[in-house]
């Protein structure tokens, strides 16, 4: 069965700083990958997703994901943080034998600080 | 516009009274699901549903249950509520393919007391 791991369960980062959000999942092929945020009070919104093809991917907000399948990780990442980016971010694996789950990983929540 | 409409938003309820969440989606998607969302747990998928009269147990199904008998709803069912059962809840909606986004609903905040 897949699974998902997010190291980090809370981040704090200044206003203007870089972001990077670990991500590893396990699969055993090639998954579909895909980066949720959620506000507070919100549901979920999808930043972006991978299928095939370019391993690096834009998404929404600035932000954009890597996959990389030698490390099994899809991590997120942002140049430079807005405050409006405080948030709990969630990675999620679906696989291809189960069309419509979602694997999620615990979230990391993002703090920014002025 | 796309959505997926969950009701109430908001519920408290006492342990064994009956209640049921709404969830409607207007995109014409085959796939729906359940999640629950619990701190350090992320989401976890309660029930799903590939099509009408056609649902399956997920990772964490004891406790509820659903039914789809029209596309577009999948009600969540807690027939007997316990406190174990505070919980954030989404619904999900998607097409009945592999890696297909989905989109969820804002979530009903469930307290049982």
């Known amino acids: ?114 | 516009e796309a959505q997926v409409t969950q009701n109430p938003r908001y519920l408290i309820t006492v342990t064994g009274k009956k209640l049921t969440v709404t969830c409607s989606q207007n995109m014409n998607h085959e796939y729906m699901s359940w999640y629950r969302q619990d701190p350090g747990l992320g989401l976890r998928q309660i029930y799903y549903s590939m099509n009408v009269e056609v649902t399956d147990k997920g990772d964490v199904p004891e406790g509820y249950k659903v039914s789809r008998k029209e596309k577009r709803n999948f009600p969540l069912i807690l027939e007997s509520p316990s406190p174990n059962q505070t919980s954030l809840y989404f619904c999900a909606s998607s097409l009945n393919r592999g890696g297909t986004e989905a989109f969820f609903g804002q979530g009903t905040r469930l307290t049982v007391v």
């Open chain 1, 1 to 114: 069965a897949q699974s998902v791991t997010q190291p980090d369960i809370h981040i704090t980062v200044s206003e203007g700083a870089s972001l990077e959000l670990r991500c590893n999942y396990s699969y055993g092929a090639t998954p579909y990958l895909f980066w949720y945020v959620q506000s507070p009070g919100q549901g979920l919104q999808l930043l972006l997703k991978y299928f095939s093809g370019d391993t690096l991917v834009q998404g929404i907000k600035g932000f954009e994901a890597e996959f990389k399948r030698s490390q099994s990780s899809f991590n997120l990442r942002k140049p430079s943080v807005h405050w409006s980016d405080a948030a709990e971010y969630f990675c999620a694996v679906g696989a291809g034998d189960s069309w419509g789950k979602l694997q999620f990983g615990a979230g990391t929540q993002v703090v920014v600080t002025p």
